[in-house]
């Protein structure tokens, strides 16, 4: 019979990876904070050409933003630790839904790499991209 949960051992290794994720985030919103040049930032990438010009201004804009994305992503953390403590983390959510659509290799369970790679996943990657395209 397949799996339909991860075993509470399995959770706890999850919560530990969960909440070092949050320490990293933390610390690095502390960076920022304490640092005008948070060239570190991989959210910044993509706004790269606004460095040319380099005045405060867009130094605290871009502060602003990368502050803001993590801090979306911390709650995103938190609120997978609240899912934890339903037992309702590693379900994809799309399997929940309608289980005959859900794309998992393990549904309806998100695969352990990809939950600690991505801890705030809520579908798998199959359901996530499907959701995507507006198949599901
Ligand atoms: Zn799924």
């Given at each position: 019979m397949a ?17 070092d ?56 953390l ?34 352990k ?12 990657v199959?359901?996530?991209e ?7």
């Open positions: 799996k339909t949960a991860y075993t509470k051992t399995e959770l706890k290794k999850f919560e530990q990876n969960i909440l994720k949050i320490d990293e985030v933390n610390k690095s919103i502390e960076g920022v904070r304490s640092s005008t040049r948070p060239t570190n930032s991989v959210f910044l990438e993509d706004r790269s050409e606004d460095f040319n010009e380099g005045t405060q201004a867009h130094e605290v804009e871009k502060n602003f933003l990368l502050m803001s994305r993590e801090s979306d992503y911390l709650i995103n938190k609120k997978a630790l609240q899912r934890i403590k339903d037992g309702t983390y590693g379900i994809c959510e799309i399997s929940q839904k309608s289980p005959e659509k859900c794309e998992s290799p393990d549904c309806p369970l998100i695969s790499e990809r939950l600690m790679e991505v801890p705030n996943a809520t579908k798998g199959f359901c996530k499907k959701k995507k395209l507006n198949l599901l």
